[in-house]
């Protein structure tokens, strides 16, 4: 296994497109986490599933960022009708309990 | 209210010199502690955690941590930096309820200088 892999590493697009990230997680690890981490911050949290059951979102994911995880497996990030706001590093991680994530190399997205 | 302080957004060194990068946390329940490193444009790799046992972990590249419950701190050491140990440092505590996500600090830029 080489570890959690995002794709894609870059993208810039133009505000009001709709973008969507991928995550593949380390395979044995039921737990998935997507952060977001703005230029000289932390990663803040957005949202958590434990297989395919998405249980519990942040109030910085707003209606426009969807994301979903079929099968249990691999995650999906979609952020409709993008802003300059969103423009940051979209981080994913896994992790099979709660000893220890592990990171992407994450998704850089600049709107434009 | 559950957070995370680090408390020097820099820290500037000399190389060889020792560094200590200060993490301080709030908190009503048990808590896992953990310090990752950032390269430009990279993920977050673990330096160490602590879990529990022992309060002085040891973790990669010759980092050290030690946990003081009683001042809620975790605070980040290495006797002599490298140029390579230039990065962005951030502390993280996972709060054990809940999603049991991880909370970072607001990173702590160490610069080593020849």
């Known amino acids: 296994d080489t570890g959690v892999s995002q794709n894609p590493r870059h993208k810039i697009t133009k505000r009001g497109q709709n973008v969507t990230f991928r995550c593949d997680p380390i395979?044995?690890?039921?737990?998935l986490y997507w952060y977001r981490q703005t230029l000289g911050q932390g990663p803040e949290f957005l949202t958590y599933?434990?297989?395919?059951?998405?249980?519990?979102k942040s109030r910085l994911l707003s209606d426009r960022f969807s994301a979903e995880r079929p099968k249990g497996s691999f995650s999906t990030l979609e952020i409709q009708r993008t802003e300059q706001g969103d423009s940051a590093m979209y981080l994913c991680?896994?992790?099979?309990?709660?000893?220890?994530?592990?990171f992407g190399q994450g998704t850089r997205l600049t709107v434009v | 209210a559950q957070s995370v302080t680090q408390l020097d957004s820099q820290v500037p060194v000399f190389e060889e010199a020792p560094v200590e990068l200060r993490c301080n946390y709030s908190?009503?329940?048990?808590?896992?502690l953990f310090w990752y490193v950032q390269y430009p444009n990279q993920g977050l790799q673990l330096l160490l955690k602590?879990?529990?046992?022992?309060?002085l972990v040891k973790g990669i590249n010759g980092f050290e941590a030690e946990f003081n419950k009683s001042q809620t701190s975790f605070h980040l050491r290495k006797p002599s930096v490298h140029i390579s140990d230039t990065a962005e440092y951030f502390c993280a505590v996972t709060f054990l309820q809940g999603a049991q996500k991880l909370v970072f600090g607001q990173g702590t830029r160490l610069t080593i200088n020849p």
């Open positions: 599933f434990q297989n395919e059951a998405q249980l519990e």
């Open positions: 602590y879990l529990s046992g022992s309060t």
């Open positions: 991680a896994s992790t099979e309990g709660n000893t220890e994530a592990f």
């Open positions: 395979s044995e690890h039921n737990r």
């Open positions: 908190s009503s329940v048990s808590v896992y």
